[in-house]
């Protein structure tokens, strides 16, 4: 009984996925704190969301682990960084999207008794472990990137460095 009780409370946030994504946008898109988010495409912005909501259940379940989450959230991060968005940004859009399926729980009255209270308190500690985790290697990925994208020029400097003088000089005549 209390896994059908979770189920119901999953099924219940994928089948407002549309509308949950809808909310999410609306609020990303007026908040001061997530800037780059409103100018970028909406049909992009939803379609990632609302791949969020549409699979919860599969993000959630208890056999889906930290390497799951790493491999795809450590990718998130490493292109948001690559598509100019800040880190404060990007865990501030991964926390609105959390912040919506509770908000959905909560107005869709489903906490009528304590057994069905206790099972989506335990929805939603599973839905933060989820986020917790998202926001981690979301973040390591972002991290990442943007050391790599810091050493980037120091290696061309270095290499640029490590060319004969005359070579350098060269060069310098050439681009001027």
């Known amino acids: ?7 119901q409370l999953v099924d219940l946030i ?3 996925a549309d509308g949950l994504t809808q909310d999410w946008l609306a609020d990303v898109k007026r908040r001061p704190e997530t800037p780059t988010y409103h100018d970028y495409p909406e049909d992009k912005l939803y379609e990632r969301v609302h791949d969020v909501y549409q699979n919860l259940g599969k993000w959630i379940r208890r056999h889906t682990n930290a390497s799951d989450v790493a491999r795809v959230y ?22 609105l999207t959390r912040r919506h399926l509770w ?34 290697f979301t973040t390591l990925g972002y991290e990442q990137a943007q050391a790599e994208t810091a050493r980037k020029p120091t290696a061309a400097l270095a290499a640029e460095l490590a060319r004969p003088r005359r070579l350098r000089r060269k060069r310098q005549v050439a681009e001027e």
């Open 1 to 7: 009984m209390p896994d059908l009780i979770c189920q």
């Open 14 to 16: 994928e089948r407002h």
């Open 74 to 95: 450590t990718a998130l991060g490493r292109q948001r960084h690559s598509e100019g968005f800040a880190l404060s940004e990007v865990l501030e859009a991964l926390i």
């Open 103 to 136: 908000l959905l729980v909560l107005r869709e009255g489903f906490l009528d008794t304590a057994l069905v209270l206790q099972q989506a308190l335990d929805l939603n500690a599973r839905a933060v472990l989820f986020f917790d985790r998202a926001m981690y």
